[in-house]
């Protein structure tokens, strides 16, 4: 039940455009794309402060006393001719992270329930680059799992657009190639996860065996959640030439908003059993309150209280 919309979508309007590959429509949005991409990734780092850590980096972090037999050369004697302790420059930890990211190119992603709403894969991809952009504003490398760039980590503010060119022609249905994966790196994976869990635990426990850090980001139209239709309603596949009319759709609302549910209780139930956490955004909600969680997570920082 909570795959049915998944596989059926409702015909409510005609089709009067001509169908477009998955690819073409992803390229054609690009351009826009990158500059909306940008811009939330700024909002992202200006509203997630990182938790400093100490060790040898050169960013200056805070004053602590020195201890017994601390070496001359860690003492800061500018500050303590200031007074009569003497105090050590702690310094902030550094070390490149390497984000990998995965946005699902599946069928079911092009779908909305209506007009005033952005696709699942165009939100998923404007979410997806803009974590991205965040990541290598700040001075991280990023690289995607698909595609003619899968493997390659970029690094710079620069590669944003090479990299939403890789987004673009790595929208054939292949699943993440976990073996790119760089040890103790970052993985976050964007779909609607309107998927049999079997198939999300395998993926789990593949990126698991690395190891690496996930995050998962679900991307749902707001439809998905509630089966908003009444009467009679001609669904449509999106993967295959098939079609369902059902009589009296209502009906099944109730029990299909209970099956929703407990599919994504039992998401997040599966994704903490492998220390994953899943960030749910509707696509008739903004994206940035959803991103800003998610990418305080992926850089060890907070929310600004």
Known sequence: ????????????????????????????????????????????????????RAGA???????????????????????????????????????????????DPSASMDWRSNDNLPTKRQRAMLCTLALAGATLHGGERVGLLTGPEA???????????????????????????????????QLV???????????????????????????LLCVLDPAECDLPYRGRIRFESLEQDDALTLPTVEELAPAYHAAMTSHLDALRTMARAYRAELTLHMTDHAPLPALLALYARLSGGKMPS
């Open 57 to 103: 980096g050169e960013d200056f972090w805070q004053y602590r006393q020195a201890m017994p037999h601390e070496p001359a050369h860690r003492i800061d004697w500018r500050q303590s001719a200031r007074g009569d302790q003497l105090w050590v420059r702690q310094r902030e930890a550094e070390g490149t992270q390497q984000l990998a990211l995965w946005c």
């Open 189 to 215: 994976i964007v779909s609607d996860f309107l998927w049999p869990l079997e198939r999300l635990e395998a993926v789990l426990r593949d990126v698991a065996a690395r190891p690496a850090r996930v995050q």
């Open 151 to 185: 493997g390659r980590h970029f690094a710079g503010a620069y590669s944003l657009p090479r990299l939403a060119q890789g987004l673009a022609a790595s929208m054939a249905d292949t699943p993440p190639q976990s073996d790119l994966l760089r040890a103790h790196g």
């Open 1 to 52: 039940m909570a795959g049915f919309l998944n596989r059926w979508r409702a015909k409510t309007t005609p089709r009067t455009a001509p169908h477009v590959p998955p690819v073409s429509q992803a390229e054609g949005l690009l351009p826009p794309l990158v500059v909306e991409a940008e811009r939330i990734a700024r909002q992202l780092m200006m509203g997630v402060h990182r938790q400093r």
